[in-house]
């Protein structure tokens, strides 16, 4: 995690929130949002890393026992 840039931690950390708790908000808007932050905050190769890993978790956020 050290080399991840603190702005794509920080995108995720808020995404993944989103994601698995906030169900008021759904999965492919939070990940929209944090692709729009990572875009305009970020690197170009930061917003496919990102996209990447938050698809990832709401795909398997019902398997996993929070």
Do not use: C, F, Q
């Not at 905050?41 to 996209?51: A, F, M």
Request: charged share 30%.
């Amino acid at each position: 995690m050290d080399r991840l840039p603190a702005v794509d931690r920080n995108i995720l950390r808020i995404a993944i929130y989103e994601i698995l708790w906030a169900d008021e908000i759904p999965d492919p808007v939070a990940i929209d949002e944090a692709l729009t932050l990572a875009k305009e905050l970020s690197t170009d190769e930061s917003s496919g890393y990102i996209h990447g890993v938050l698809g990832r978790i709401a795909s398997i956020k019902d398997d996993l026992s929070l």
